[in-house]
């Protein structure tokens, strides 16, 4: 009988995130995913989006309970608040991919972190939404993030993670290179 | 005594909205707008984003009740799917934000629109995030969004407000044109 020790550091477990990146090694294909959403329009600034199965691994995985996002306006812009609007689900999402990404990069270095707090900010024109100047970009001008993380890690380190994170991160580079979009309709 | 009748399109007060125009371009500065998120590291892979206060129209607003959203990653990427993962998060914020731009100009046009569905999906290959190839970009390959529109108006006229609802949000300009992401340590 083998027995296994598992090395779990920031709540990682790096012993079986060395085991994906040998996996991927000796087949690439596994490290192709596909991630996926289902929108749903509800009325005015209101729309739902509920995110279920992914493929990565080889295989299409179904969660047992999909999640489920109501998105609005604030009454400033049209809508009743009933959940945030879309450019702050960007904020939440780049949020959430350099944090985790940070964390298992720190994790796979050996490099334990109490905590990490993030603030992110933005501006946008909504001369561009509402195509009033065909010169502003109706997208986010830049994003800023400050980050304060507690470690034993010397600061130089903890500058090098977040600059690594970022470097790393899929939402990240999204936002930073251009991404397509294919938009097409589907009656 | 001014009675006003307020002219509602699927569910947008377009009165409201042609008024916002007017006072934008009587006001450039209204149309400026800042909008902002604090993220908190759970453990492993989970981390939780509230959104409260943005500002715009020349004022800080700040909501009664922020919205909390928490993220993680399926099992199978190391977490225990306490949460959509963040390039998830991506899919909803960029599926609600061409929504809604595409409800608000139709509404704008006097376009009526029965129900909008979508479906989002994106290819991520691992290879990026795991910093094991440096020619492989960690974030979406691209994204490919298929729109199903019920309304009375002609097939030729929807997939016009597809593209221009894709040309005008926010969210599809912040991730199709390359946005500059600054991050750094304030410890």
Redesign the interface.
Known sequence: MKTQTQTII????VS??FE??DN??EN?K????????????I?????Q?T?SD?Y??CKT?I?ETP?V?V?D??L???GK?K???????????????????L??HAAARGIK?D??????????????????DESV?????????????KSDAP?ET??EL??????????????????????????
């Open positions: 920031n709540g990682v477990n079986q995130l994906t990146i991927i090694k690439k596994i490290a192709k995913f596909n991630f996926r959403a289902k929108n749903k329009w009325d005015g600034t209101e729309n989006t995110v992914f990565g691994a995985h969660r999640h996002f998105k306006e604030p400033l812009l049209l608040d959940g945030a609007n879309p450019v702050e689900y960007l904020l939440a999402g780049l949020a959430g991919c350099i944090t985790t990404s964390v298992a972190i905590s990490i707090e993030s603030t992110l900010e933005g501006d946008i024109d909504l001369h561009g939404l509402f195509q009033l970009n109706p997208g986010y001008q830049g994003i800023n993030i400050s980050f304060k993380i600061e903890l500058k977040v600059e690594l994170a970022k470097k790393a991160s899929p939402v990240a580079n999204t936002v930073s290179q251009p991404t397509p979009i294919n938009v097409r309709l589907d009656n």
